[in-house]
């Protein structure tokens, strides 16, 4: 942890020494600073609907993650807008759910892991013509997942500049480790001292369409609609399901899915001190499973340099047609899954974050201008229940 601190200490310096040499406020011909922020949170979760053990059992988790996201600026010779992005998550999780995959405590590999998840981003902003592309990668990786994502998109503002329409297509190709429940392996193959498992791949396309309006000074309305396609292998290996006749099972699942999210957003702007931040989004998918989600943030100006956003989100969800809890399956099911995140159930997520910006910045930086603290409490109509607190510095 020390260790940490330390890297995190010298990586604002530097951030600091780089911005210093941009001072003025002529658009940077050189690769510039623009923005940087480091996002640490603490996560954990409680319940007794494990999918690991058939819908029943401990669902106790813990999740700490630390992000770091670097934005630089650079205008090219015909005066476009070149951004570039890079950003490194790592979480570190224990779940007693998955220690459940070989029936003995503290037995299987999967009881805790790390996940390392870095991206790259660019995007080139024509704001003369009012255009905008963008691509980026991105991977991701822990013990009985791969994921390798990249995206291409394109921004068109209207004429007016007071609406923009935005295009983004995305693929993100992976690779899942098939880990059995430990009865259910058929000979396993050792490499050395550990178990090898083969492998399944997992294939997701997406097209996100969006528009964004502002009505006036004060009112701005955000239309989103994506189209997602998912092929391969959308079962969990390690899922256990159990039969009325108490035979225990793997997970099936048909191995496409096609889901279609549909939403709105709209900011308010009530004066100089208050937001209203409303969202709507319906969902539904071909596998018989339909949402509707609503939430509204106020951030609230208490000082020049003080704010507080109290936040709702409410969920709702039927049950996908291939659910069924703990002994309700029967041989008759073609597919089959106990997993409660695919159950009817219904969610409330709420919480409130305080922000600092302090004129001459924070610790005496004045660069680093923000530090951000939200804690949220989740609640689950199907008994669990997780709390979450995450901390955000902003370097601009």
Not at 92 to 119: F, G
Not at 170 to 196: C, F, M, N, W
Not at 262 to 287: E, H, K, P, Q, S
Not at 338 to 367: V, W
């Amino acid at each position: 942890m020390k260790k940490i601190i330390i890297s995190i200490l010298a990586l604002f310096g530097f951030l600091n020494a780089e911005a210093q040499e941009n001072t003025n406020n002529e658009q940077p011909k050189k690769l510039s600073l623009d923005e940087a922020n480091l996002v640490s949170s603490y996560y954990r979760q409680d319940g007794n609907n494990s999918a690991v053990t058939g819908g029943i059992g401990s669902e106790k988790l813990t999740d700490i993650s630390n992000t770091i996201d670097v934005t630089m600026v650079k205008y090219d010779k015909k005066e476009r807008k070149n951004k570039f992005n890079f950003s490194v998550g790592i979480d570190h999780y224990t779940s007693a759910s998955s220690d459940m995959i070989d029936l003995k405590a503290n037995s299987s590999a999967s009881h805790a892991d790390n996940r390392i998840y870095p991206a790259l981003s660019w995007s080139r902003e024509n704001e003369s013509k009012g255009t905008t592309l963008m691509a980026g990668v991105s991977f991701s990786t822990e013990y009985d997942y791969q994921s390798y994502g990249a995206n291409i998109g394109f921004a068109q503002k209207t004429a007016n500049r007071m609406g923009e329409f935005t295009a983004k297509f995305q693929a993100y190709i992976d690779q899942v480790k098939l880990i059995a429940p430990i009865e259910l392996r058929q000979g396993g193959v050792t490499d050395g001292e550990h178990e090898s498992y083969g492998t399944s791949g997992r294939n997701t396309f997406a097209l996100s369409l969006s528009y964004t309006q502002i009505i006036n000074q004060n009112f701005q309305v955000e239309f989103l609609a994506d189209g997602v396609q998912q092929t391969g292998y959308l079962s969990l290996p390690f899922h256990r399901v159990y039969f009325a006749d108490n035979s225990v099972h793997q997970e099936t699942l048909p191995d496409r899915r096609f889901k279609l999210p549909l939403g709105a957003r709209a900011n308010y702007f009530l004066g100089d001190r208050v937001i209203l931040r409303a969202y709507y989004r319906y969902y539904t998918d071909d596998w018989g499973l339909k949402s509707n989600t609503f939430s509204l943030e106020t951030p609230v100006k208490i000082s020049p340099f003080i704010s507080v956003s109290p936040f709702y989100r409410y969920y709702s969800q039927t049950s996908a047609k291939y659910f069924a809890p703990y002994q309700q399956h029967t041989a008759f099911d073609d597919y089959y899954t106990s997993n409660y995140d695919l159950s009817k159930f219904d969610s409330h997520f709420y919480g409130a974050g305080i922000r600092f910006s302090p004129k001459n910045g924070l610790f005496g930086i004045e660069r680093l201008n923000m530090l951000e603290i939200r804690y949220g409490h989740y609640t689950k109509s199907v008994g669990m229940k997780s709390d979450i607190i995450s901390l955000n510095l902003r370097f601009k």
